[in-house]
């Protein structure tokens, strides 16, 4: 992942650790001082707020003990490969899309940020400017053509 993901990751599990975690204790003793929690539904609420949120601290702990963060300023823009970003042109429509291939955890299309291993993000990686690229979407086939490479932003 790249070091803007590792330290957006840090933050949130930061989130939950020192925000999140103990407002939830505390929904979980306000349910508990109504009474009978057995059809409390501001307890069960509670509590299934609170295992989502154990599992998201686990799972992101998780992703930082095995990532590996890439010192992407260093990259060649020769080929696509992760951390760079890909202006592409729909060969269909000619309309110019603009992704920056990085980490699943990082990933949001609508902010330009795309998976490397999404369909997209593998077709493109090591393919160079003026290389057409198709790729298998649920709507068909699409065909791109990667018009430039720049680093990073």
Not at 22 to 41: F, L, T, W, Y
Not at 63 to 71: G, I, K, M, Q, S
Not at 94 to 119: F, Q, R
């Amino acid at each position: 992942m790249t070091e803007r993901g590792h330290a957006a990751l840090q933050e949130e599990l930061r989130q939950l650790k020192t925000v999140d975690r103990p407002e939830i204790v505390k929904a979980i003793k306000v349910a508990r001082a109504h009474g009978d929690i057995s059809e409390n539904a501001e307890y069960h609420a509670a509590k299934e707020q609170q295992g989502m949120a154990e599992a998201r601290i686990r799972l992101i702990e998780d992703h930082l003990a095995r990532a590996e963060v890439v010192e992407i300023s260093s990259l060649d823009l020769d080929r696509v490969r992760f951390g760079t970003t890909v202006v592409l042109q729909d060969s269909e429509s000619g309309v110019e899309v603009t992704y920056t291939i990085v980490g699943e955890d990082e990933a949001d299309v609508s902010k330009g940020l795309l998976s490397v291993t999404s369909p997209v993000g593998r077709a493109l990686i090591g393919k160079q400017v003026d290389d057409e690229v198709s790729v298998a979407v649920p709507a068909g086939t699409k065909i791109y053509e990667i018009r430039d490479l720049r680093a990073m932003a």
